[in-house]
Nanobody
Framework: QVQLVESGGGLVQPGGSLRLSCAAS????????MGWYRQAPGKQRELVAR???????NYAGSVKGRFTISRDNAKNTVYLQMTSLKPADTAVYYC?????????WGQGTQVTVSS
């Protein structure tokens, strides 16, 4: 089993920045992919950004140039640096990890962008 602990969400004004973190622990041999998804009220969960061991990073078009995903393999941690935040970025952000053929999800952290 793999446990994911997220942190870093909160309330921020438009144009502001936040950094999300997600630390994985448990029965981990190697992690192929780590990523962030988000779900706004009344909408489907969508990919925000993802980083894999072989294909690198990919981003949703709506966040390209504003968000940066990175991972620390030694700490089994993935980060999402979010800048120039917009009200449309308001959502619950979920960490996702793919390892040993299984996807794992974090509990979610709320990000609210509002003045």
């Amino acid at each position: 089993q793999v446990q994911l602990v997220e942190s870093g969400g909160g309330l921020v004004q438009p144009g502001g920045s936040l950094r999300l973190s997600c630390a994985a622990s448990g029965s981990i041999f190697s992690i192929y992919a780590m990523g962030w998804y988000r779900q706004a009220p009344g909408k489907q969960r969508e990919l925000v950004a993802r980083v894999t061991t072989d294909t690198g990073t990919n981003y949703a078009g709506s966040v390209k140039g504003r968000f940066t995903i990175s991972r620390d393999n030694a700490k089994n941690t993935v980060y999402l640096q979010m800048t120039s935040l917009k009200p449309a970025d308001t959502a619950v952000y979920y960490c996702n990890v793919f390892t040993a053929g299984t996807y794992y999800w974090g509990q979610g952290t709320q990000v609210t962008v509002s003045s």
